[in-house]
């Protein structure tokens, strides 16, 4: 049974860190210089008051309000999330919105952390849930609150990252589908996991701060390894070669690691879209933020292909294979 990509729908909080900001707080460095490193001028910060759950709620729901889909229709809500509404994570934040969209009773809903790897994982157990016949419509929600855990003083991890959530319909039915979901290849490395965490607030070390810390370089080595060779698995599996491949819709990490990844694959700068400047890196938001942008600006066709890859926190990565359809 094939699984089709429906719709999908972004939401942006209203708050903005700009580059301006930034450089008052630390004045070795310049907006330019941001600029030129990462490719982001400005983020998007939920304020205090707003949670993961509340940005995923706006995104699903303009979902739901514009597809015209009944809420009682969606049998499964899966919610990645690195920013729980509540921590530890009891209850879910799943849960919690499955009775805010008015999801019926007899809808699974479940969280899943994997960062920027989230959104590929999450079309893998879609994909899994409608082909086994488990569900018939599933409702993919990506959000993350992820400024939060940036230390101000590191201009490492906070020039990069925004807030944003997004909302994703997957269904067994081609009707009013923008594309068909192919075959996801996923894989882990937890030597890695050291790489990028926030330590503080689990179990492990409760009284530490919770922090994100990231070693740049290693993420960075990891991700033009890792990548490459399992883009190169997947096209093998869906028996394409890579020059077939009309669009690389890589996880909007920053200007500089997606120009590097780009360049080793050999890749047009055509096929590979780079669209940070207002988000920033909003984690496993960033590649469905991605795509409801282009789709908007008419960039997609019926019967091209295109290549999802996330990669990140874990380490973990997973890389998709979609097909256009004419509804585009």
């Known amino acids: 049974m094939p699984t089709y990509l429906r719709a999908i729908r972004s939401y942006l909080p209203e708050g903005q860190l ?31 008051s707003q949670t993961a759950g509340d940005m995923g709620f706006e995104a699903a729901r303009k979902l739901l309000d514009e597809t015209g889909l009944p809420p009682s229709s969606i049998d499964a809500l899966l919610l990645c999330t690195q920013s729980p509404d509540y921590f530890p994570v009891v209850p879910a934040t799943a849960c919690l919105l499955q009775q805010r969209l008015g999801l019926p009773t007899t809808c699974a809903a479940f969280d899943f952390n994997l960062g920027c790897s989230g959104y590929t994982y999450g079309l893998w157990m879609a994909r899994a849930l409608i082909e086994s016949g488990s569900a018939a419509n599933v409702l993919l929600i990506t959000s993350d609150t992820i400024c939060r855990n940036c230390d101000p003083a590191d201009m490492g991890t ?36 050291e790489n990028l965490i926030v330590r503080g607030g689990g179990s492990r070390s409760p009284g530490e701060p919770r922090t994100l810390s990231m070693n740049g370089t290693e993420v960075f080595s990891f991700t033009l390894f890792t990548v490459h ?7 093998d599996r869906v028996g394409q070669s890579g020059e077939q491949i009309d669009w690389y819709l890589f996880h909007q990490a920053n200007r500089f690691l997606l120009e590097s990844l780009r360049k080793k694959m050999g890749i047009p700068s055509s096929k590979f879209p780079v669209d940070i400047e207002d988000t920033g890196n909003t984690s ?3 590649i469905p933020l991605l795509i409801d942008r282009q789709r908007r ?6 019967g091209q292909q295109a290549v999802l890859a996330g990669f990140g926190v874990g380490y973990s990565w997973g890389v998709t294979h979609l097909r256009f359809t004419a509804e585009v």
């Open 284 to 286: 496993s938001a960033s």
């Open 18 to 48: 700009t580059n301006e900001e930034l450089c008052r707080r630390n004045p070795a460095w310049t907006p330019e210089k941001i600029e030129t490193v990462t490719g982001i001028r400005v983020r998007p910060v939920a304020p205090d």
């Open 297 to 302: 600006r008419g960039s997609f066709s019926g």
């Open 158 to 193: 906070t020039v990069n990252f925004g807030d944003a959530a997004s909302a994703t319909l997957l269904t067994a039915s081609p009707e009013g589908a923008i594309a068909e979901v192919g075959p996801t290849i996923v894989g882990t490395d937890g030597r890695g996991a």
């Open 229 to 235: 060779e399992a883009v190169r698995a997947l096209l």
